[in-house]
């Protein structure tokens, strides 16, 4: 028998990542060291000043008082109640703890909160209720409403949730979901979308036994009707057995909606024939002996929290041609709300929906289902361990950790919520998944400039390494989104095969070149013999130069047959920098040096130089600080440049800080409308609270942006530290002097990396108005 899961939750609401043992010391140390709990408020707006405070509240907080005293709507404008849900429980069905308590239950609210934040960057507050009464806790809830932009119920038991639900969403005019029941709904409901596809089933046709009779199961049962499934398709199954017509023990009026007309009395009874099994219970209630009298090619989710009602290998031993879905993250096919409501939410506040309907729900499964059937990009693989996805049986929903959801379920509830009418303002959904995709990566924000400017004009980059997968995976990218036209350098056949086998369809007419093949090889040969004969190279030691790739593809630019090279996926930097300085070459009177831009939440700075040059003298230097304002002036940001040291305006004395000072002068002296200053330390040059009072005559008015290292251990050491411990974001290196385009990747970097230096790469192709 089934049970009547009166929580109404399901393994759904488990962790994201691989189930293991935690420790109970690891986890209450978790959640009490330091700053207790695992949440905080923190100012979005400066507080630093007797003036800020004065903006901030009074008398200044006055003044947008009186706008929303006119309008309430403006609330949403002067406050943070647009992005701001409330997450709402009374502690009478925690996770599979059961009744225990508003108090107990807060360290789950916390963690909801910390879920719509990470994944989709939406506000909570954490709002335990102290009232088991349906009319104490709606009256409670309904007085929050000018708090919130949106209600996410969580955590109340049924069937007083199914209650307070409908009741609630009746009284207020902002969204209001509880996540236990349409949740899972909306997960499990894309899950059979896709599984019904890959089964070669219709909706309309199959069989369907739903295990439970709590908020998740009775939810799940009319999503999936909503969907196609026939309502006289489906017997529900609780504690007492199957619900059918004329039953009187253990029903009540949300069972009934349901009660079928079967000879069916047990579990059994019901799976015998059936196409899919929902499971909304308890663990063990599934036999491998009903999973066998199922039918072909049957579709199970077992989604009971901890433990399914049949495990994952259970199931398969039992039915090779299962297709299989738990709420577990050890497995295939995780069914987890987290996929879910972040996305909702999101959608639903940034067109200040009135609430959240059933076309909203419907184009969130619907989107969900149609991004598990794209490809699985790199870094999604990467969270997983390197385990590779595609659509079929073992992957019939996207992974929770997938960041595209967001792209794709959010704007598809917004246009949900315009079309359906409950949305009060409109939005552009073009420019809406831009502004999505700035807000979920600081990194995209800077990187979507350069993708847009880099398509103007289709260049055509060699990569050095064709053989590679990443290079495959990220020339598909590139050739794909129209970036770049790449050509690989490799042995054709070799090439050919691993794009085959990597299933890249995108690369099916790529251009592959193998050097030691190629028509242009001899020619080559001679032409970096005419370049470098008089600085000691034979005529036979060009010939095995020529025969290297990363010679033949810097040849290649130089000569025409290629707009720009990108190479150092599989050697170190100084290796991979070699050839192109020899056949390319910099730019009359520039020095190679190598950039990263830092991106941090508010705004992005350029560390030079980090890759090239050891120890750079005062020339060098002044070299490097101005190509660097150039590229910061691409990116529309004015550059303020430090002359970085260890001492600051002669506080300390030193070869270094000598070196620094002469520099400074340099660039003063050839760029005089150039904000530069130094030699000067880090904190000096930004912090503005110490630096103006302290030194009024500094030239930078404001904190220094463009920051140039003395060395490269300097700058090495730096970038790398507030990548790892700082929480920055990096790019690059970006590859500045070269008289033609050229960057070096570092060594084993990931498919994104690639895809951003060749995009780089394919902008500096453009001409010669980008001077960097």
């Not at 970036?483 to 592959?512: A, F, M, T, W």
């Not at 020529?546 to 000569?559: C, H, I, S």
Request: proline letters at 5%.
């Amino acid at each position: 028998m089934a049970t009547d899961s009166p929580k109404g939750k399901t393994a759904s609401d488990q962790s994201l990542v691989p189930n293991k043992k935690v420790r109970r010391e690891d986890a209450l140390a978790y959640h009490s060291t330091g700053r207790k709990g695992k949440i905080e408020v923190i100012p979005t707006k400066p507080c630093a000043t007797a003036r800020d405070l004065a903006l901030a509240y009074s008398p200044g907080v006055a003044e947008p008082c009186l706008e929303i005293a006119k309008d309430q709507d403006l609330s949403y404008t002067y406050t943070a109640r647009g992005n701001l849900v409330g997450v709402v429980s009374n502690g009478t069905a925690v996770l599979g703890l059961g009744d225990i308590g508003c108090h107990a239950g807060k360290p789950v609210m916390e963690g909801k909160g910390v879920l719509f934040k990470k994944f989709a960057d939406v506000d909570v507050f954490d709002i335990e209720v102290d009232a088991t009464d349906i009319d104490h806790f709606c009256t409670v809830v309904k007085a929050l409403e000018p708090t919130f932009g949106g209600i996410n119920l969580e955590d109340i038991k049924a069937p007083e949730c199914f209650v307070i639900e409908e009741r609630l969403k009746r009284e207020m005019q902002i969204p209001v979901m509880h996540d236990d029941q349409h949740g899972t709904a909306i997960i499990s409901g894309a899950a059979l979308l896709n599984a019904v596809e890959v089964a070669g089933k219709s909706l309309d046709k199959v069989r369907v036994v739903v295990s439970g009779a709590g908020a998740s199961a009775l939810a799940c049962t009319r999503f999936y009707i909503a969907l196609g499934v026939k309502k006289e398709n489906v017997l529900l199954v609780d504690t007492k057995g199957v619900v059918y017509k004329g039953r009187t023990e253990g029903m009540n009026q949300w069972k009934a909606e349901f009660a079928a007309e079967t000879r069916c009395r047990t579990l059994a009874d019901a799976m015998e024939g059936a196409d899919v099994f929902l499971g909304c219970s308890a663990k063990g209630l599934v036999t491998q002996r009903m999973v066998q009298t199922m039918a072909k090619d049957p579709i199970v989710f077992a989604l009971a929290n901890p433990d399914p009602e049949i495990s994952y290998p259970e199931a398969k031993e039992a039915r090779q041609d299962v297709i299989m879905a738990t709420g577990r993250s050890d497995y295939p096919n995780q069914v987890n709300n987290v996929l879910g409501f972040p996305f909702i939410f999101r959608g639903a506040l940034d067109v200040r929906a009135k609430a959240i309907n059933e076309a909203m729900k419907m184009a969130a499964a619907r989107a969900i289902a149609a991004l598990a059937r794209e490809e699985v990009p790199e870094s999604v693989s990467r969270a997983y361990s390197g385990e590779s996805f595609s659509f079929g049986r073992e992957y019939i929903i996207p992974k929770p950790l997938d960041p595209r959801v967001l792209l794709w379920v959010a704007p598809a509830v917004a246009q949900a919520a315009m079309e359906s009418g409950v949305a009060r303002q409109k939005i552009d959904l073009a420019e809406y998944r831009e502004r999505l995709r700035k807000t979920q990566s600081r990194t995209h924000a800077v990187m979507s400039t350069v993708y847009q400017k880099a398509k103007k004009k289709l260049a055509r980059i060699v990569f050095v390494e064709g053989h590679h997968p990443k290079i495959q995976h990220a020339a598909q990218i590139l050739q794909e989104d129209g970036i770049c036209e790449p050509i690989l350098l490799g042995p054709v056949d070799k090439v050919r095969g691993s794009i085959e086998e990597n299933r890249l369809d995108g690369l099916r007419d790529v251009k592959i070149v193998n050097p030691l093949e190629s028509d242009l090889f001899a020619g080559y040969v001679s032409k970096l013999w005419d370049t470098r004969g008089r600085k000691g190279m034979t005529f036979e030691e060009a010939k095995q130069r020529v025969r290297q790739r990363a010679y033949f593809g810097a040849l290649m630019v130089k000569e025409g047959q290629a707009d720009g090279l990108v190479t150092g996926l599989t050697t170190g930097y100084a290796d991979a920098i070699r050839a192109p300085l020899q056949v390319i070459g910099t730019r009359a009177g520039r020095r190679a040096a190598g950039v990263y831009i830092v991106v941090t939440k508010n705004e992005f700075r350029f560390f030079a130089d980090c890759t090239v040059n050891a120890d750079p003298n005062a020339e060098e230097l002044a070299d490097i600080a101005v190509t660097t304002a150039d590229l910061a002036r691409y990116f529309d940001v004015t550059p303020r440049v430090a002359m970085l040291s260890y001492s600051t305006f002669g506080s300390s004395r030193g070869a270094s800080p000598d070196k620094v000072r002469e520099a400074t002068e340099l660039v003063r002296q050839r760029h005089p409308e150039l904000e530069v200053d130094g030699e000067i330390q880090v904190d000096i040059a930004m912090s503005s609270e110490t630096r103006v009072p302290e030194f009024p005559f500094t030239n930078l008015k404001e904190d220094a942006n463009v920051l140039v290292f003395p060395n490269l251990d300097a700058a090495n050491i730096g970038y790398q530290l507030l990548n790892r411990i700082g929480g920055a974001e990096v790019i690059g290196p970006v590859l500045l002097g070269m008289h033609k385009p050229v960057n070096i990747l570092q060594m084993g970097t990931s498919v994104q990396s690639i895809v951003n230096l060749a995009a780089f790469t394919a902008l500096r192709a453009q001409g010669d108005q980008f001077t960097f």
